[in-house]
Nanobody, 119 residues
Framework: QVQLVESGGGLVQPGGSLRLSCAAS????????MGWYRQAPGKQRELVAS???????NYADFVKGRFTISRDNAKNTVYLQMNSLKPEDTAVYYC?????????????WGQGTQVTVSS
């Protein structure tokens, strides 16, 4: 019943920037954490960045200093600002939301948005 809708992907040149948005169907405070994952063809899905309801952030080493995750609680939206993009950043980016109920973790996923970095 939880829905996550990503937007903001597209084609960008190396060194360029994109801002991804993830709009949730309910208050993002209802989730323990929200984050962004990505998956390139033939590769496993990997964590890019996450943010908890307490504003704790976590970044993959390969994006530190380039990407920033943030949220707008009033809009129920999480963002991923991506700067200094590299061709290896090309992937489908997925929004993720985590919720804990009765001691177990449940994950919700968006449909994904394509990011292509190429000259």
């Amino acid at each position: 019943q939880v829905q996550l809708v990503e937007s903001g992907g597209g084609l960008v040149q190396p060194g360029g920037s994109l801002r991804l948005s993830c709009a949730a169907s309910e208050s993002i405070f209802s989730f323990y954490a929200m984050g962004w994952y990505r998956q390139a063809p033939g590769k496993q899905r990997e964590l890019v960045a996450s943010i908890t309801s307490g504003d704790s952030t976590n970044y993959a080493d390969f994006v530190k200093g380039r990407f920033t995750i943030s949220r707008d609680n009033a809009k129920n939206t999480v963002y991923l600002q991506m700067n200094s993009l590299k061709p290896e950043d090309t992937a489908v980016y997925y929004c993720n939301a985590q919720r804990y109920r009765s001691g177990y973790r449940r994950d919700y996923w968006g449909q994904g948005t394509q990011v292509t970095v190429s000259s």
